[in-house]
Structure formats: C-alpha cells, structure tokens
C-alpha cells in the first residue's frame, strides 16, 4: 500500500485540534510509535523541520486550521492533515503516502487517530 487515509470526528473546535496537532510536545500522547518529536523553530510554519525517532521532516504546506504537511527531507513519504469544521466540533483527514509509488512502510493506524480523539476530549 502506497497511500493510506484514514478519518475522525472530534468534539473540539478545529484551532484547538489543529494547534495540538503541530505541537511536537503532544505527538508521544496520541501517537503509539513516537516517543519524542522536537521542532526547529517556533512558531511552526512552513520550512519548520520537524525531527522523531523515525526521520526528519519538513512543513511542505501550512493554512493554519486547514492544512498541515509534512515531507519526508531525503525521502519520499508524505503526511497531509486536513481539518474541517462540523457541527459537533471538528473533522480531521489524515493522508499518507510515498510519492515514488512506493509501498509505505508502517502505515498509520486508526487506533491513533482514536487515541487523539480520547485525549482531545477529555
């Protein structure tokens, strides 16, 4: 599998979905595979580089409360988040992909997405 998309409604506004989601501080409490993430520079915006216990990355798009992506430096792996406001709070896409046709190594699970769900509205 090259691309994987995967959804989730949330019970919170979209800037406060989108701010915990940039912040590096958070990503250990919602995503299982990362312990530790850390930023380059603040505030994070496009050109920030973004550094986990898998690669480096890079912002590659950024529309604060609607768009945010990360592109692999040295790499081909891609990660788009899409926000959205709904009636109930907000709805979150989340897109991943090589851009080489290549299959993706660990694709990222719903379990995650679920987990940020729980956090976020607690």
């Not at 979209?14 to 701010?19: G, N, P, Q």
């Not at 919602?30 to 380059?40: A, H, L, R, S």
């Not at 788009?80 to 990222?108: I, Q, V, W």
Request: proline letters at 3%; charged letters at 25%.
């Amino acid at each position: 599998m090259n691309k994987n998309t995967l959804h989730i409604d949330i019970d919170t506004s979209v800037e406060e979905l989108f701010a915990f989601t940039i912040d590096p501080n958070n990503t250990g409490s919602w995503v299982g595979t990362i312990e530790k993430e850390i930023v380059d520079a603040y505030p994070i915006g496009l050109g920030t580089i973004y550094t986990n216990d898998f690669s480096k990355l890079v912002v590659s798009a950024f529309i604060p409360n609607e768009l945010f992506e990360l592109s692999e430096i040295n790499g081909e792996y891609r990660v788009r988040y899409t926000y959205t406001s709904t009636k109930e709070g907000s709805h979150l896409e989340y897109a991943e992909c090589m851009k080489d046709g290549s299959d993706l190594n660990k694709p990222f699970v719903q379990e995650n997405l679920e987990k940020l769900k729980k956090v976020l509205e607690e």
